[in-house]
């Protein structure tokens, strides 16, 4: 039953459900129970909102200035922003902690990978690898001029480092013949290293050269020309490290080669080489004991046949190992090529990253002339320099896409609303650019979510707060009664968006969690926009349109031909504007459709029974999927595809899976922990330096009890005829360890260097010196990474002097280790899990341990992902909860969170990955804003649950619809990015979160709530659908009006006439039925009280100050009429219509009478 408005407050709940906003507590005593608690708090805010619009609509013209003034201001703020592109502070999570530190990321590495053009293509042939061949020899020998500087690869490889030698010509030679350090399968073959320097001429013999390189005879040939020279150490350096006759006994690629050696083994030979026999356990380098590359590393695609042997691969890898900044900084410090220039590290790091700059670039080069000449094979080149400036480059906005997004935004909100919506997107946008501003304010730096993604979906975010104002707008609400009424759902709607991005941030990834507490403002600052400066803006229109502009002409016209109330007044007739009035309006043809067919089929019985069982069988289908989610993390998703870099982690994930990592001792007794750490070093695959460091030590002692047993030394003294080794290891042995007394004598036939296994404690840092200095190539090939870095010692038998100076304690060790076939995110975590917990096993022991190296960078925060992801959905939910508790009563709130959590299921449809967290807080937000509006016009509406879900739709689901259709458009742009991670995961999340949002608002939710849906807010005692009408409130004795005096003096003092004459009531309902709306006409007999309503004066409210005559005016109740120079006085005619109506048996009527010609 429809109710008149008695007193300008709405007797029932019947067409919007925000109507129950005006309710007063005190009208209601007596009338309705409910939630009064939540009823009160909503009426304060409501309150609170009311005055707001109330100030912006006095002063809408002052605050549009000043918001414009803000907005420009903070978005000055985009000047000072930082843009993040280093991949290692964009993924790997800052920290002070020891396993984190920069400086312990040791080298860096350039690679090289070959595969096929035809994934088919079996690389097993000598083409194939003369062609790798080939192209490595080429761009290893790019160089790179700065700072008046020619820097070549010589100059940042790493290389075996070699002892010093008294003759200053032969160290040179062998520093020369130190090739760099580059895993290749070519060190399988002859002919691998001949381009790894330039020809080298020692004057001894025939000109030498990397493809006729035979250190042992050249040996022999320097023995012939210097005699006066310890070649027994030289001999011994050369056993040790492995160097025997170079790569002279190697195959040849091609048997036919003028140059191939007699010695190869396929020399002038027809047999088809075997390759992959040759590559089966990795190929050995030119030290063969240290330069020994894992089969695993440089060969990938794999298949191998029942002996174990290579016969097939569709990869080949080649590593060139660069000095990491910090390392090259210390390698040339000091050195004359650089004194004239103020070399630093800045500038160390500007050098390397040139390099690898242009090998890249000459990679890439030589890659696209090779497959425009129809080559068989791809070449495809890594490094993280290359990656920086790939994102360096990328992070740059695209203004052209910006704008093209934005003004389709712009006409989609012109075609679904009105012009105001296209101006209110612009608005958004430019909140967007302020609130980017503010970030960079307040220190968060920009990175590539920033510019791609953050805008775009902000933006399409907002506009279904804007739609919900635009809607209510068109009803011609003021802005008090405007933001009164959607005031509420905007600030809980920017409350729970702010508080599920800021709870997405808990996830250790920082470009992730930058991007959520950048949205988390951006959010606030859309929510500021919409309360303060859209609302301006429909004032300044209701201005205009009162004032006729031309362009608000027509919407003036329209208005007035909507207002009809018995009123000739158009300002009075809005002013005085009714719940059955706002029903009267236009409807869209969303609410219209909603109406007429969507709730009509919707509670239809059969429609209920399909429609339970479909979510149910989608719920289930969800959930059993999501038992078999899987953890999905690659690298190459967050890197531009069609590049080398993206290619190249493709291939490397699907071909190597191979990755390097060290594991790190801090914190302590090193000589006293030897039993510890042996252990721990048996876990290593390569070269421990604990272990190279005790080998060489009992090398020394051996050397030292065979000349002792020659006689070739004492206990006092060595002989001319002792070798070098021994008489450095007599000094060894009369070493003390003590500070005060370093050196005795007798101690040296008493004791060993090595004992049972452990080196002397006491003397142990004086053997550190002497190791790392006499055995470089060893110390070197270990890459222990000694800190501090052990002294410098050199010594011959022809100095007498014992002492041996003691390095500093070790405070940081580290040894290498290797990891194959990792080629899932799964098996990478579980790894890492095995890791973590064989180095808590020897923390527990006393052994300060923990692991580092690029895996546990980029994987390290998966270890605990789950932990992570859970605290982040329950911090989501009591977030979300809290606001939603102002609002509702918490007691109502499970119904929306089991049909939240059952929209959530979706997400079970994608693997889980590094963006998971950020996808589920934006999942979370676009399903649950739509669930939560459209159960608060539920629970405010009244009657049965029918209904009320029938009238929540009918209010709520144009800004359902036209919200997401917006955030759709928004983020369409998505799908354009070169970025894997942002088409197939950010914008296909959105598709399906847009999609199931829709679904579940318009479909499955309403049926939940019709079948199972709470109380609403307020229950009726008397009636079921209604509150029953209260009594007219007591008239105030006011003062009449001026123009009243003289006709109050010829009357008396009588204030009411009585009459009674025929008044004729008109009644319109708007419901919709089958015959379309119906019109009740009802003659009777009433009688007439006619009550003459005088304004009470506030001169303090209207004085000489007040610029608008009009609005005085209305204070004081005149309202100047133009067709009269009389004052015209509003009347209240009270009527009681004798005979019973069907509809309406009460009714208030408003008109105004000229107050001297009517009575």
């Known amino acids: 039953m429809r109710k008149f408005e008695f007193g300008g407050v709405p007797a029932d709940q019947t067409c919007a459900p925000s109507a129950t906003e005006k309710i007063d507590a005190s009208v209601l005593q007596g009338k309705a129970g409910g939630d009064r608690g939540v009823l009160w708090v909503r009426g304060r805010i409501q309150r609170q909102l009311r005055a707001l619009g109330g100030i912006l609509d006095t002063h ?12 420009t201001t903070f978005s000055v703020g985009l000047k000072s922003m930082t843009f993040h592109s280093d991949i290692e502070l964009l993924w790997a999570e800052p920290s002070t902690a020891p396993e984190t530190l920069p400086a312990e990321m040791l080298s860096t590495h350039q690679m090289v990978v070959q595969t096929g053009v035809d994934p088919d293509v079996d690389l097993l042939h000598p083409h194939g690898l003369l062609e790798h061949l080939e192209l490595v020899q080429k761009a290893t020998q790019v160089t790179v001029t700065m700072f008046d500087i020619t820097w070549r690869l010589k100059d940042f490889c790493q290389s075996p480092s070699i002892p010093n030698f008294d003759a200053h010509y032969i160290e040179q030679m062998f520093e020369n013949m130190m090739p760099c350090s580059i895993v290749t399968p070519l060190d399988c073959f002859w002919k691998a290293l001949n381009y790894w320097g330039p020809i080298i001429q020692y004057g001894i013999g025939n000109q030498v050269k990397w493809t006729n390189l035979n250190p042992s005879e050249l040996i022999s040939q320097i023995k012939q020309k210097e005699i006066q020279f310890d070649y027994h150490s030289l001999e011994d350096f050369l056993k040790r490290a492995g160097i ?54 440089i060969v990938g695609g794999v298949q191998k046949n029942k002996s174990g ?3 097939e691969a569709k990869a080949l890898q080649t590593v060139v190992q660069l000095m990491g900044e910090h390392e090259l900084y210390e390698f040339w410090s000091g050195h004359y090529k650089v004194h004239h220039i103020g070399w630093n590290k800045d500038k160390a790091a500007l050098v390397l990253n040139a390099w690898q700059k242009k090998f890249a670039d000459e990679v890439n080069r030589l890659s696209v002339s090779k497959s425009s000449s129809s080559s068989s094979y791809l070449f495809l080149t890594f490094s993280t320099a290359n990656v920086n400036k790939l994102l360096r480059e990328a992070s740059k906005s695209d203004l052209m896409k910006l704008g093209i997004v934005l003004g389709v935004a712009c006409v989609y909100g012109w075609v679904a609303n009105s012009g105001i919506a296209a101006l209110g997107i612009l608005v958004l946008a430019s909140s967007a650019a302020a609130a980017l501003g503010a970030c960079s304010l307040i220190g968060l730096p920009m990175n590539l979510l920033s510019t791609h993604v953050l805008p775009f ?56 969690r930058v991007f959520c507490l950048q949205c988390a403002v951006m959010v606030v600052f859309h929510g500021a926009t919409l309360l303060v400066v859209f609302p301006s803006l429909l004032a300044l229109q209701q201005r205009c349109r009162k004032a006729n502009v031309p362009c608000f002409r027509s919407e003036a016209k329209n208005a007035a031909s909507r207002t009809n109330n018995n009123n000739p007044d158009v300002e009075h007739g809005t002013n005085l504007l009714t719940a059955e009035l706002i029903c009267q309006q236009k409807k869209s043809l969303i609410s219209w459709f909603v109406t007429r067919y969507l709730t009509s089929m919707l509670f239809k019985p059969f429609v209920k029974v399909v429609l339970c069982l479909t979510y149910a069988v989608l719920i289930i289908f969800c959930v059993f999927n999501g038992l078999k989610l899987e953890l999905d993390v690659r690298l190459s998703s967050f890197l531009p595809r069609n590049t080398q870099e993206y290619k190249y982690l493709e291939a490397q994930n699907k071909f190597f899976g191979f990755y390097n990592f060290y594991l790190v001792t801090t914190e302590l007794e090193y000589p006293l922990n030897q039993p510890l750490l042996i252990p721990m070093g048996g876990l290593n695959m390569n070269d421990f330096w604990l272990a190279n460091f005790r080998d060489y030590l009992v090398d020394l002692q051996q050397e030292f009890d065979q000349s002792r047993s020659n006689n070739c030394l004492n206990r006092e003294k060595w002989f001319a005829n002792a070798t070098e080794k021994a008489v450095l290891a007599f000094k060894l042995l009369a070493q003390t360890g003590v500070v005060e007394f370093p050196v005795d004598k007798s101690q040296i036939f008493k004791k060993r260097l090595v004992n049972n296994g452990i080196i002397d404690p006491k003397a142990f840092y004086n053997y550190l010196s002497v190791w790392n200095s006499n055995d470089q190539m060893s110390y070197s090939s270990s890459q222990a990474n000694l800190t501090p870095k052990p002294f410098q010692f050199y010594t011959s038998k022809a100095e ?23 080629k899932n995110t799964r098996d990478i975590v579980t790894t890492l899990e095995q890791i973590k917990d064989i180095c808590e096993e020897f923390n527990n022991k006393g052994l300060k341990n923990y692991p580092i190296g690029l895996i546990f960078a980029y994987f390290n925060q998966f270890l605990l992902l789950d932990r992570f992801l859970g605290a982040q959905f329950l911090l989501t939910f009591l977030g979300a909860a809290m606001v939603a508790c102002f609002l509702v009563q918490w007691t109502k709130l499970w119904c929306p969170l089991f049909s939240t959590l059952a929209c959530m299921s979706l997400m079970c449809l994608m693997n889980v990955n590094a963006l998971s967290g950020t ?20 629970l405010s509406a009244l009657g049965n649950r029918e209904r009320r879900v029938r009238m929540s739709l009918e209010v709520y689901s144009e800004s359902v619809l036209k919200g997401d259709l917006g955030l759709l458009i928004c983020a369409s742009v998505l799908a354009t990015s070169q970025f894997e991670f942002i088409h ?35 229950q009726p005692i008397e009636h079921s659908d209604r509150i029953s009408t209260p009594p007219p409130p007591t008239p105030l004795p006011l003062r009449p009006p001026q123009g009243l005096l003289p006709f109050l003096s010829l009357h008396g003092a009588a204030r009411r006439i009585v009459v009674e004459p025929q008044v004729t009531v008109e009644y319109s309902s708007p419901e919709s039925s089958s015959s379309g709306p119906y019109t009740t006409k009802v003659t009777a007999t009433a009688n007439i009280k006619v009550e003459v309503v005088a304004p009470v004066y506030r001169p303090s409210k209207c004085s000489s100050k007040c610029h608008r005559s009009s609005k005085c005016d209305r204070k004081k109740g005149i309202i100047k009429n133009p067709n009269s120079s009389v004052a015209v006085v509003k009347i209240r005619i009270v009527v009681t219509v004798t005979q019973r109506l069907n509809r309406a048996p009460v009714a208030s009527i408003f008109f105004s009478l000229p107050c001297k010609d009517s009575l």
């Open 309 to 311: 042997h290579i016969k």
């Open 984 to 1018: 197939n995961h950010l914008f296909l999340l959105v598709v399906l979160a847009v999609g199931g949002s829709m679904v579940n608002s318009l479909l499955f939710f309403p049926l939940l709530l019709a079948l199972i849906g709470p109380k609403a807010e307020l």
């Open 244 to 297: 025997t006759t170079g790569y002279q006994e190697k195959p040849c690629l091609n048997p036919r080669d003028s140059e191939c050696p007699t010695t190869a083994p396929n020399h002038n030979s027809t047999q088809p080489l075997d390759i992959g026999a040759e590559l089966t356990s990795g190929c050995y380098g030119f030290a063969a004991k240290y330069m020994h590359w894992p089969e695993d590393l």
């Open 800 to 822: 007498f002097d014992l002492r041996i100076p003691k390095s500093q304690p070790l405070v940081y060790t580290q040894m290498p280790f290797y990891l194959k076939n990792l």
């Open 457 to 512: 979906i902000t933006v399409g975010l907002a506009m279904r707060e804007m739609f919900l104002i635009l809607s209510a707008h068109i009803k011609d609400l003021s802005p008090p009664e405007l933001l009164q009424r959607t005031g509420p759902s905007v600030m809980s709607a920017a409350l729970m968006n702010a508080g599920a991005f800021s709870a997405a941030a808990v996830l250790p990834i920082p470009a992730l």
């Open 919 to 938: 996808i589920g807080a934006l999942h979370f937000i676009i399903i649950s804003r739509n669930v939560f509006l459209i159960l608060t016009g539920f």
């Open 60 to 71: 809408a013209g002052k605050f549009l200035f000043v918001s414009v003034l803000a907005i």
